[in-house]
């Protein structure tokens, strides 16, 4: 290990080394680093390559808004790409690879992007690439030809396409005040909040609490900043009322006060701890939100500021204090402001030698000035850094005199140098406040965007608000802490902080530049490669208005999301305008503040989406051979299959005998709605189209339902239990629809009449029997009442008991045979299923699917969801004689309107193969034949099937014109499978029209 | 987004079911007026601001709400019963059909009436 | 020489791209036009694009609130596709599509079109009915499509769960080949130069307060900067259609304004080549040439002008990823973001001239808006010329409503919130 570890400081257990490898190269570190860290221990400078022109990179911070240092992380197969070193915190075994670069992060081919740099101005790619006008690359081919090239060239880690089995977890937290951010301020809201007695969850994106107070090197209360912290958190993690969440980062705020935030449980883990999510997505309803979360400190953009060793002064700070690292062995200083002179003064005190500091002001407090003496090292006022040197990582700075706005000139000093801290100021993290309210405010003394005036309930402190001092936060915090909890006093008394007098304010300048401007690439956002130059070169291009400059520049989409690079993007587009910073506008920060694992906020629907549901005899089914499908929610048998059996063959022979003895299918899924009260008829006779305040009771009644708009909603029966209780039936697939339908009329339009509806689908369990045999099957099954023709007359129902279960069996007919639906007790369905099963053994009585369902009621002409598409009307499938005149009722005073009427709308009819062959589902009819297209539709099949009664491929189907084509011949057209052939359209009243059967 | 049902008190968004303006007014049945009859179906003011808007607590009672709320900061305001306010406003028409039971009563009954029911 | 070409591009690379010109002027409105054109998205700048390139009518300003490209032109999904089922649609989305397959040419401006094809994943045998019966319709319009089986869709879709396992098993899918994606910023910045070129003032951070009336005629507009006057005034603001209808005094309208999120995760190297859309729920999504995947699913559900949604639809649109790619799960969002629909009573746009004399007005686009862009412009351009519809939007009328003449594609009535 290189001489980069300071013996005794920071949270790394020095007692608990760590392997681990980068690159398929073995490294060490200890507990408690992270990869970055580790890596920096060990020497290493070199992390990654930039997005677009392949430039070596190195580390830029220490935290959530590292640009440069991406890895992939790998376990076993599993790849999970883009995560910062700076928060990936090493375990014995982590294998980590560099990304975006070929063959090796040493040597990348990608490199030559830097030759054609000059053409790879911000937005070059809408100036070129149209190709030719004419010839086989005109139109867009030209374009994707180039597009194949660009995409293999850009994106930044590779994922790859193994499923993630990686538990993901969920948590709904309901809490008086969330805090977010546990540094100094957050930490004294917490305790003032919990004091109170109220509530409290206390959220930290980092391993450890304390945010500043670990690497500030001040002491609070007399106590080393970081001990206090980690007393003032055990103080915490003791009350029952406070909730404490390290490694979560609060990434959304929402409506309500509705707050986002995930908690990477498992990441840092070497195998995770067994029931233990990877992650855990929580929402948190919170009364009142504590925003402390902090600030970031800003890059100064000069040219050659992208080179491995240059690092922001605080995360330079930050290694030594926190990980015990020095980022270099002699380290340069730059800045614009006081507080990099604590980094100098810190990095001095840890070993380092202080190359020089460098500040772009010409006065400086006397604060400042005790750290630099402190440090050591040449203290040069009024000079900037205009270049540095080095190849894969810096080895030293050029540095010019510099005036206030930013431009150097005069003799450049070389000084030598492996790392150059950068400070350019402090940005607020203003993000959760700016995704919850209006535009930020900018602070001229500050040089800064401070947070918005609250549009929901939160309150803020520390430097998030633009505190200077950890004094001011411990006190910002302490009221904040107390205002959210509404109380008066707090027991925590307010610790005193020792620490320098520092000026906070910083001087105004984002960008070196040189007068010539001919001294390389100065980078705004590092991680997609935007330059000041591309931000001016925007500029003249009009791309102004900040949008326009991230959107053209893709200036901060990179995945930091511009943490680093916005306000100093901002300012130089403010520059080139001729106007204030603030006057260039701010871009809306969005959710989420950090990225979020897919896998997290998909957590308990993980690869499941939405509930199955099963009917009561759903387990019959799957023993006895059913092959299940699909159908909404639900899960129904298709065909009962014989070994050997096609599909046709299967529900051909399950048709037949239906026709011609008796089987019986699960009608389970039917939707089932209560329908009682005194005004139940008067309801019911509004929302149909025909009536049924004159239906008798113990009678059932076919019934049509119409939108408000006048088109078809649904159809079904409806059975009348009583005078004032009903039972309504719709399809399985409007089920929820017309219950929603229903309740909004009845609750919103007609409170006064006095109706209930109970959704009571799961209540009962169905079963349809269909056949001649089915009346003979009954008698046998079923106690305590007659069935014959004169007790249970057609549309008639009884009550009665099968197998001892009490059961209602309406006779009614789906399938065009004498039919009965027999309903019971869900509890009770798979009994009386078998229960009838076995009373219809002398008959062969065969459990039928859906398909075989679907081919008797094509056969007999009847509708479902397949026709009523919600674009049909009722005259479309001439079903007009249901449609009441004496009465008015939903949709009858819209369904007349002239297009509803209009006489070239699509009809109902039957279509019949005449060339043998099976008709198509989703077909269309056309008029001529022959196979040449495009040509005119004029319908489309609806349903087709192999019918048994016809012994014929045959069909349902919605044509222009309907029944006036009866007898034409016609063809179907399905250009997607090549399927062409000749039909007949005919009735849709294929089999005994007159319905003698069912009657019988 | 919270809001928060007179019943069952504040839920979360998920719970409910957006069932459009509540302005806008249905014709008497046997009305035959035809354009009153599209300006229901149909034609909205859709505000930027203030709305009035039905909204069913699906995961809940399943009673229908009457919610103020702001389409510009989804700011929610006065929550009630639907059949309330339809009542209400019915009553205050003097053609209106006598009412067979002050208006809170039938609303707390649905919901009561609801949750057995599911 | 075209202004842009590899060769200018060369060139100005050689002199530190010092004499590119803006995309666009940033003019003082004057105090007249022949047109007014209120909307600077992509309708409106391609709208001024088509009445200047088509019909010579280059004395037109576009008025925009805010920053050119500020609505949906610039947060949508860049998804173009013509995968329609009824005529009406089919006709006006595929006249679209070939207007994208030549658009960088007669932009002189790559908006970067590319026909990766977009594939709708059906997941029942009756959902694979519905849609071999629009794709059917879609060739028998004139249009290309092409029934892919599960092994077709495994083998192009790397990734996809097709296995009889999931919840929601593949039976197979819809591709439309010459569907695909655009750089969604780069059609209303080409639109706004071409425009630009042939005279059009583009006049950005101006918001229309009201409306010139010369006798019940609209004759003009105020403006934050100043009355402009124009022999005709055409309203182009989806989401804002409310709003600015209402300063006209048409107080209502078929049209609700809904929130739709959009998302996309980190930059990844190529992941999946097609746009592709998840059937058992309603997810739409491809990858970004950044190498971000980009996707959406449905608008929150409940009227919203505040361009944010909230967390149930994420969390939905986020497990229907995972259902799709088991593979996502490790993958990380990056960023969401908010656009206002203007979700029209039958799910179809209205392209129309009036509703009063002197105004135009092409609105109710849904969350389609994007890959119509360039009919759009071009048939409400043609509208706004010669004051009559052309064949591809004479079905978008808006008293179709009240007449019943409805172009339902969802079949779902007047409920916007399920177009």
Same mark, same amino acid.
């Given at each position: 290990?290189?001489?980069?570890?300071?013996?005794?400081?920071?949270?790394?257990?020095?007692?608990?080394?760590?392997?681990?490898?980068?690159?398929?190269?073995?490294?060490?570190?200890?507990?408690?680093?992270?990869?970055?860290?580790?890596?920096?221990?060990?020497?290493?400078?070199?992390?990654?390559?930039?997005?677009?022109?392949?430039?070596?990179?190195?580390?830029?911070?220490?935290?959530?808004?590292?640009?440069?240092?991406?890895?992939?992380?790998?376990?076993?197969?599993?790849?999970?790409?883009?995560?910062?070193?700076?928060?990936?915190?090493?375990?014995?075994?982590?294998?980590?690879?560099?990304?975006?670069?070929?063959?090796?992060?040493?040597?990348?081919?990608?490199?030559?992007?830097?030759?054609?740099?000059?053409?790879?101005?911000?937005?070059?790619?809408?100036?070129?690439?149209?190709?030719?006008?004419?010839?086989?690359?005109?139109?867009?081919?030209?374009?994707?030809?180039?597009?194949?090239?660009?995409?293999?060239?850009?994106?930044?880690?590779?994922?790859?396409?193994?499923?993630?089995?990686?538990?993901?977890?969920?948590?709904?937290?309901?809490?008086?005040?969330?805090?977010?951010?546990?540094?100094?301020?957050?930490?004294?809201?917490?305790?003032?909040?919990?004091?109170?007695?109220?509530?409290?969850?206390?959220?930290?994106?980092?391993?450890?609490?304390?945010?500043?107070?670990?690497?500030?090197?001040?002491?609070?209360?007399?106590?080393?900043?970081?001990?206090?912290?980690?007393?003032?958190?055990?103080?915490?993690?003791?009350?029952?009322?406070?909730?404490?969440?390290?490694?979560?980062?609060?990434?959304?705020?929402?409506?309500?006060?509705?707050?986002?935030?995930?908690?990477?449980?498992?990441?840092?883990?070497?195998?995770?701890?067994?029931?233990?999510?990877?992650?855990?997505?929580?929402?948190?309803?919170?009364?009142?939100?504590?925003?402390?979360?902090?600030?970031?400190?800003?890059?100064?953009?000069?040219?050659?500021?992208?080179?491995?060793?240059?690092?922001?002064?605080?995360?330079?700070?930050?290694?030594?204090?926190?990980?015990?690292?020095?980022?270099?062995?002699?380290?340069?200083?730059?800045?614009?402001?006081?507080?990099?002179?604590?980094?100098?003064?810190?990095?001095?005190?840890?070993?380092?030698?202080?190359?020089?500091?460098?500040?772009?002001?010409?006065?400086?407090?006397?604060?400042?000035?005790?750290?630099?003496?402190?440090?050591?090292?040449?203290?040069?006022?009024?000079?900037?850094?205009?270049?540095?040197?080095?190849?894969?990582?810096?080895?030293?700075?050029?540095?010019?005199?510099?005036?206030?706005?930013?431009?150097?000139?005069?003799?450049?000093?070389?000084?030598?140098?492996?790392?150059?801290?950068?400070?350019?100021?402090?940005?607020?993290?203003?993000?959760?406040?700016?995704?919850?309210?209006?535009?930020?405010?900018?602070?001229?003394?500050?040089?800064?965007?401070?947070?918005?005036?609250?549009?929901?309930?939160?309150?803020?402190?520390?430097?998030?608000?633009?505190?200077?001092?950890?004094?001011?936060?411990?006190?910002?915090?302490?009221?904040?802490?107390?205002?959210?909890?509404?109380?008066?006093?707090?027991?925590?008394?307010?610790?005193?902080?020792?620490?320098?007098?520092?000026?906070?304010?910083?001087?105004?300048?984002?960008?070196?530049?040189?007068?010539?401007?001919?001294?390389?690439?100065?980078?705004?956002?590092?991680?997609?490669?935007?330059?000041?130059?591309?931000?001016?070169?925007?500029?003249?291009?009009?791309?102004?208005?900040?949008?326009?400059?991230?959107?053209?520049?893709?200036?901060?989409?990179?995945?930091?999301?511009?943490?680093?690079?916005?306000?100093?993007?901002?300012?130089?587009?403010?520059?080139?305008?001729?106007?204030?910073?603030?006057?260039?506008?701010?871009?809306?920060?969005?959710?989420?503040?950090?990225?979020?694992?897919?896998?997290?906020?998909?957590?308990?629907?993980?690869?499941?989406?939405?509930?199955?549901?099963?009917?009561?005899?759903?387990?019959?089914?799957?023993?006895?051979?059913?092959?299940?499908?699909?159908?909404?929610?639900?899960?129904?048998?298709?065909?009962?299959?014989?070994?050997?059996?096609?599909?046709?063959?299967?529900?051909?022979?399950?048709?037949?005998?239906?026709?011609?003895?008796?089987?019986?299918?699960?009608?389970?899924?039917?939707?089932?709605?209560?329908?009682?009260?005194?005004?139940?008829?008067?309801?019911?006779?509004?929302?149909?189209?025909?009536?049924?305040?004159?239906?008798?009771?113990?009678?059932?009644?076919?019934?049509?339902?119409?939108?408000?708009?006048?088109?078809?909603?649904?159809?079904?029966?409806?059975?009348?239990?009583?005078?004032?209780?009903?039972?309504?039936?719709?399809?399985?697939?409007?089920?929820?629809?017309?219950?929603?339908?229903?309740?909004?009329?009845?609750?919103?339009?007609?409170?006064?009449?006095?109706?209930?509806?109970?959704?009571?689908?799961?209540?009962?369990?169905?079963?349809?029997?269909?056949?001649?045999?089915?009346?003979?099957?009954?008698?046998?099954?079923?106690?305590?009442?007659?069935?014959?023709?004169?007790?249970?007359?057609?549309?008639?129902?009884?009550?009665?008991?099968?197998?001892?279960?009490?059961?209602?069996?309406?006779?009614?007919?789906?399938?065009?045979?004498?039919?009965?639906?027999?309903?019971?007790?869900?509890?009770?369905?798979?009994?009386?299923?078998?229960?009838?099963?076995?009373?219809?053994?002398?008959?062969?009585?065969?459990?039928?699917?859906?398909?075989?369902?679907?081919?008797?009621?094509?056969?007999?002409?009847?509708?479902?969801?397949?026709?009523?598409?919600?674009?049909?009307?009722?005259?479309?499938?001439?079903?007009?004689?249901?449609?009441?005149?004496?009465?008015?009722?939903?949709?009858?005073?819209?369904?007349?309107?002239?297009?509803?009427?209009?006489?070239?709308?699509?009809?109902?009819?039957?279509?019949?193969?005449?060339?043998?062959?099976?008709?198509?589902?989703?077909?269309?009819?056309?008029?001529?034949?022959?196979?040449?297209?495009?040509?005119?539709?004029?319908?489309?099949?609806?349903?087709?099937?192999?019918?048994?009664?016809?012994?014929?491929?045959?069909?349902?189907?919605?044509?222009?014109?309907?029944?006036?084509?009866?007898?034409?011949?016609?063809?179907?057209?399905?250009?997607?499978?090549?399927?062409?052939?000749?039909?007949?359209?005919?009735?849709?009243?294929?089999?005994?029209?007159?319905?003698?059967?069912?009657?019988? | 987004?919270?809001?928060?049902?007179?019943?069952?008190?504040?839920?979360?968004?998920?719970?409910?079911?957006?069932?459009?303006?509540?302005?806008?007014?249905?014709?008497?049945?046997?009305?035959?007026?035809?354009?009153?009859?599209?300006?229901?179906?149909?034609?909205?003011?859709?505000?930027?601001?203030?709305?009035?808007?039905?909204?069913?607590?699906?995961?809940?009672?399943?009673?229908?709400?009457?919610?103020?709320?702001?389409?510009?900061?989804? $700011?929610?305001?006065?929550?009630?019963? *639907? @059949?309330?306010?339809?009542? !209400?406003?019915? %009553?205050? +028409?003097? =053609? $209106?059909?006598?009412?067979?039971?002050? *208006? @809170?009563?039938?609303?707390? !009954?649905?919901? %009561?009436? +609801?949750? =057995?029911?599911? | 020489?075209?202004?842009?070409?590899?060769?200018?591009?060369?060139?100005?690379?050689?002199?530190?791209?010092?004499?590119?010109?803006?995309?666009?002027?940033?003019?003082?409105?004057?105090?007249?036009?022949?047109?007014?054109?209120?909307?600077?998205?992509?309708?409106?700048?391609?709208?001024?694009?088509?009445?200047?390139?088509?019909?010579?009518?280059?004395?037109?300003?576009?008025?925009?609130?805010?920053?050119?490209?500020?609505?949906?032109?610039?947060?949508?999904?860049?998804?173009?596709?013509?995968?329609?089922?009824?005529?009406?649609?089919?006709?006006?989305?595929?006249?679209?599509?070939?207007?994208?397959?030549?658009?960088?040419?007669?932009?002189?401006?790559?908006?970067?079109?590319?026909?990766?094809?977009?594939?709708?994943?059906?997941?029942?045998?009756?959902?694979?009915?519905?849609?071999?019966?629009?794709?059917?319709?879609?060739?028998?319009?004139?249009?290309?499509?092409?029934?892919?089986?599960?092994?077709?869709?495994?083998?192009?879709?790397?990734?996809?769960?097709?296995?009889?396992?999931?919840?929601?098993?593949?039976?197979?899918?819809?591709?439309?080949?010459?569907?695909?994606?655009?750089?969604?910023?780069?059609?209303?910045?080409?639109?706004?130069?071409?425009?630009?070129?042939?005279?059009?003032?583009?006049?950005?951070?101006?918001?229309?307060?009201?409306?010139?009336?010369?006798?019940?005629?609209?004759?003009?507009?105020?403006?934050?900067?100043?009355?402009?006057?124009?022999?005709?005034?055409?309203?182009?603001?989806?989401?804002?259609?409310?709003?600015?209808?209402?300063?006209?005094?048409?107080?209502?309208?078929?049209?609700?304004?809904?929130?739709?999120?959009?998302?996309?995760?980190?930059?990844?190297?190529?992941?999946?080549?097609?746009?592709?859309?998840?059937?058992?729920?309603?997810?739409?999504?491809?990858?970004?040439?950044?190498?971000?995947?980009?996707?959406?699913?449905?608008?929150?559900?409940?009227?919203?002008?505040?361009?944010?949604?909230?967390?149930?639809?994420?969390?939905?649109?986020?497990?229907?990823?995972?259902?799709?790619?088991?593979?996502?799960?490790?993958?990380?969002?990056?960023?969401?973001?908010?656009?206002?629909?203007?979700?029209?009573?039958?799910?179809?746009?209205?392209?129309?001239?009036?509703?009063?004399?002197?105004?135009?007005?092409?609105?109710?686009?849904?969350?389609?808006?994007?890959?119509?862009?360039?009919?759009?412009?071009?048939?409400?351009?043609?509208?706004?010329?010669?004051?009559?519809?052309?064949?591809?939007?004479?079905?978008?009328?808006?008293?179709?409503?009240?007449?019943?003449?409805?172009?339902?594609?969802?079949?779902?009535?007047?409920?916007?919130?399920?177009?």
């Amino acid at each position: 290990m290189s001489g980069r570890r300071i013996a005794d400081s920071g949270r790394i257990d020095r007692d608990r080394p760590v392997d681990f490898t980068f690159d398929g190269r073995n490294y060490s570190g200890f507990a408690g680093d992270t990869l970055a860290s580790a890596l920096l221990a060990n020497g290493v400078s070199l992390f990654g390559r930039s997005f677009k022109y392949h430039r070596p990179r190195g580390v830029l911070t220490a935290g959530i808004d590292e640009p440069n240092a991406l890895v992939t992380v790998l376990r076993g197969a599993k790849r999970e790409p883009n995560i910062p070193a700076t928060q990936l915190e090493i375990y014995n075994g982590l294998v980590t690879e560099s990304q975006n670069r070929f063959p090796s992060l040493g040597f990348d081919i990608g490199a030559v992007n830097q030759l054609g740099a000059p053409l790879f101005s911000a937005g070059f790619y809408y100036k070129t690439f149209m190709g030719p006008v004419i010839g086989p690359l005109k139109g867009t081919r030209f374009w994707m030809l180039c597009e194949w090239f660009i995409r293999r060239a850009a994106g930044l880690g590779r994922a790859d396409y193994e499923p993630d089995t990686s538990p993901y977890g969920r948590m709904n937290a309901f809490c008086d005040v969330l805090i977010v951010g546990s540094g100094p301020s957050g930490l004294t809201a917490a305790r003032a909040a919990a004091d109170a007695g109220k509530r409290v969850i206390l959220s930290e994106l980092d391993p450890v609490t304390g945010g500043s107070a670990n690497w500030s090197g001040e002491t609070i209360g007399g106590k080393p900043s970081a001990d206090w912290a980690a007393e003032e958190t055990a103080a915490l993690a003791a009350m029952p009322n406070v909730r404490l969440l390290t490694r979560t980062h609060v990434w959304g705020y929402y409506d309500g006060n509705t707050l986002a935030a995930l908690e990477r449980v498992g990441d840092h883990l070497s195998a995770p701890q067994p029931g233990a999510p990877r992650h855990r997505h929580w929402v948190i309803r919170a009364g009142t939100v504590v925003l402390t979360t902090g600030a970031f400190e800003r890059p100064i953009v000069f040219p050659g500021n992208d080179r491995p060793g240059v690092m922001l002064a605080a995360a330079a700070q930050r290694y030594a204090a926190e990980f015990g690292v020095l980022p270099g062995r002699r380290i340069a200083i730059f800045t614009n402001n006081d507080s990099a002179y604590h980094a100098a003064a810190h990095l001095s005190a840890a070993g380092a030698e202080i190359a020089a500091i460098i500040d772009t002001r010409l006065t400086i407090s006397n604060g400042a000035r005790e750290l630099a003496q402190k440090a050591g090292g040449e203290l040069m006022l009024g000079h900037a850094v205009g270049g540095t040197s080095g190849s894969r990582a810096i080895s030293g700075i050029s540095v010019r005199q510099v005036d206030a706005r930013g431009t150097v000139s005069g003799e450049a000093t070389s000084i030598s140098a492996d790392c150059l801290a950068v400070s350019g100021g402090w940005s607020p993290a203003i993000h959760l406040a700016s995704q919850a309210g209006h535009a930020p405010k900018w602070d001229e003394d500050l040089q800064a965007f401070l947070p918005p005036n609250a549009t929901q309930n939160w309150i803020g402190a520390g430097a998030f608000v633009g505190a200077a001092t950890t004094a001011e936060a411990l006190r910002g915090g302490r009221n904040a802490g107390l205002k959210a909890a509404g109380a008066m006093a707090s027991r925590a008394q307010q610790a005193k902080v020792d620490a320098p007098e520092l000026d906070p304010h910083p001087a105004p300048i984002f960008e070196i530049r040189a007068t010539d401007g001919k001294s390389g690439k100065a980078f705004v956002d590092h991680q997609l490669d935007v330059t000041a130059e591309d931000v001016r070169l925007a500029h003249r291009e009009g791309f102004m208005s900040v949008e326009h400059l991230k959107r053209y520049t893709t200036l901060g989409m990179a995945t930091d999301q511009g943490k680093t690079s916005n306000v100093p993007g901002l300012a130089i587009m403010a520059a080139a305008r001729g106007i204030a910073i603030p006057d260039a506008g701010t871009t809306r920060f969005r959710p989420p503040f950090a990225p979020v694992s897919l896998g997290a906020l998909a957590a308990e629907r993980f690869g499941e989406v939405k509930p199955d549901r099963l009917t009561p005899m759903h387990d019959w089914h799957v023993e006895h051979g059913a092959i299940m499908m699909p159908a909404g929610l639900w899960h129904r048998p298709q065909i009962y299959g014989l070994s050997g059996e096609t599909l046709e063959q299967a529900y051909v022979r399950e048709a037949k005998a239906v026709r011609q003895s008796v089987g019986m299918v699960d009608v389970s899924t039917l939707g089932k709605i209560a329908v009682q009260g005194p005004d139940a008829a008067e309801f019911l006779d509004r929302v149909y189209t025909n009536k049924f305040s004159t239906l008798p009771v113990n009678k059932a009644r076919y019934g049509l339902m119409l939108r408000e708009d006048g088109l078809l909603l649904d159809d079904g029966t409806t059975w009348r239990l009583g005078e004032t209780e009903f039972l309504m039936t719709t399809t399985t697939a409007a089920a929820g629809k017309v219950m929603q339908h229903l309740e909004c009329l009845l609750d919103v339009r007609w409170p006064d009449l006095n109706v209930a509806l109970t959704s009571v689908s799961d209540e009962w369990a169905g079963t349809a029997i269909s056949g001649p045999n089915a009346r003979k099957v009954l008698e046998t099954a079923v106690k305590g009442t007659a069935v014959d023709n004169e007790s249970l007359p057609f549309m008639g129902i009884v009550r009665g008991e099968i197998g001892g279960a009490p059961v209602m069996i309406c006779r009614l007919s789906f399938s065009g045979e004498l039919a009965y639906e027999v309903y019971c007790g869900a509890g009770h369905g798979t009994h009386v299923w078998e229960a009838l099963l076995a009373a219809g053994e002398p008959f062969n009585t065969l459990p039928y699917g859906m398909e075989a369902l679907g081919t008797l009621r094509i056969e007999k002409g009847h509708v479902t969801g397949a026709e009523i598409d919600g674009r049909v009307t009722a005259r479309d499938l001439y079903l007009d004689w249901m449609l009441s005149k004496k009465k008015p009722f939903v949709g009858s005073a819209m369904m007349d309107r002239e297009g509803l009427a209009a006489e070239d709308r699509i009809r109902l009819v039957g279509i019949v193969s005449l060339d043998g062959q099976p008709l198509g589902g989703g077909a269309h009819i056309v008029e001529s034949s022959g196979r040449e297209e495009p040509r005119k539709s004029i319908g489309h099949i609806t349903a087709v099937c192999y019918s048994p009664a016809l012994s014929k491929y045959i069909g349902l189907a919605l044509v222009n014109g309907g029944k006036a084509r009866h007898g034409q011949r016609a063809f179907t057209a399905d250009p997607l499978r090549k399927r062409y052939g000749p039909v007949e359209i005919v009735s849709h009243h294929f089999f005994d029209p007159d319905g003698s059967r069912m009657h019988g | 987004m919270i809001i928060t049902c007179p019943y069952c008190g504040p839920r979360d968004v998920v719970e409910f079911t957006y069932q459009g303006d509540a302005t806008a007014v249905r014709p008497d049945q046997t009305s035959t007026d035809q354009d009153a009859w599209n300006r229901y179906v149909y034609d909205r003011a859709n505000p930027a601001g203030k709305h009035s808007e039905v909204w069913q607590h699906s995961g809940g009672c399943r009673a229908h709400l009457v919610v103020e709320r702001d389409t510009l900061t989804h $700011a929610i305001g006065v929550v009630r019963f *639907a @059949r309330e306010k339809t009542a !209400k406003a019915k %009553a205050a +028409r003097p =053609a $209106a059909p006598a009412k067979k039971a002050p *208006a @809170r009563k039938p609303a707390t !009954k649905t919901g %009561a009436r +609801r949750r =057995a029911g599911k | 020489m075209a202004e842009y070409s590899a060769f200018s591009l060369l060139k100005n690379a050689l002199n530190g791209h010092r004499d590119w010109k803006p995309a666009w002027r940033k003019p003082d409105p004057k105090p007249s036009y022949d047109v007014i054109i209120i909307g600077g998205g992509g309708h409106g700048l391609a709208t001024a694009y088509y009445l200047a390139a088509e019909h010579g009518v280059s004395n037109v300003a576009v008025l925009e609130k805010g920053w050119l490209g500020s609505g949906n032109v610039g947060r949508n999904t860049t998804i173009v596709r013509s995968n329609y089922l009824l005529p009406e649609s089919i006709r006006f989305y595929e006249h679209s599509m070939k207007l994208w397959e030549d658009l960088s040419h007669d932009l002189n401006y790559n908006v970067m079109f590319s026909q990766r094809g977009i594939l709708n994943l059906a997941h029942s045998p009756s959902q694979a009915d519905d849609y071999i019966r629009r794709g059917n319709a879609m060739r028998l319009g004139g249009g290309d499509a092409e029934w892919l089986s599960p092994e077709q869709i495994a083998r192009k879709v790397p990734g996809v769960d097709v296995s009889g396992s999931a919840r929601f098993p593949v039976v197979g899918g819809l591709l439309q080949p010459r569907a695909g994606t655009a750089r969604h910023d780069a059609v209303a910045w080409g639109y706004a130069r071409g425009a630009d070129r042939r005279g059009v003032d583009i006049i950005e951070n101006c918001e229309v307060t009201g409306f010139l009336r010369d006798g019940d005629r609209i004759s003009g507009v105020q403006t934050t900067r100043g009355e402009i006057r124009a022999g005709k005034v055409a309203v182009a603001v989806a989401g804002s259609t409310g709003r600015v209808m209402k300063l006209a005094g048409i107080d209502r309208l078929p049209i609700e304004s809904h929130v739709l999120q959009a998302f996309v995760s980190e930059s990844l190297k190529p992941f999946v080549d097609t746009v592709v859309t998840f059937g058992a729920g309603h997810l739409y999504m491809s990858q970004s040439d950044k190498g971000g995947l980009v996707f959406g699913g449905d608008i929150d559900g409940y009227n919203s002008y505040a361009q944010r949604g909230n967390l149930p639809v994420v969390e939905e649109v986020m497990s229907e990823m995972v259902a799709m790619f088991p593979a996502l799960a490790r993958v990380r969002l990056l960023r969401s973001w908010g656009g206002v629909m203007d979700m029209s009573m039958d799910g179809s746009p209205i392209i129309t001239t009036g509703p009063l004399p002197g105004m135009y007005l092409n609105c109710g686009w849904c969350y389609g808006g994007f890959k119509a862009t360039p009919a759009s412009g071009w048939s409400f351009a043609w509208t706004i010329a010669r004051d009559e519809p052309h064949d591809i939007n004479a079905p978008y009328t808006l008293d179709r409503f009240h007449r019943g003449i409805l172009i339902d594609e969802k079949g779902q009535g007047a409920t916007p919130r399920l177009h």
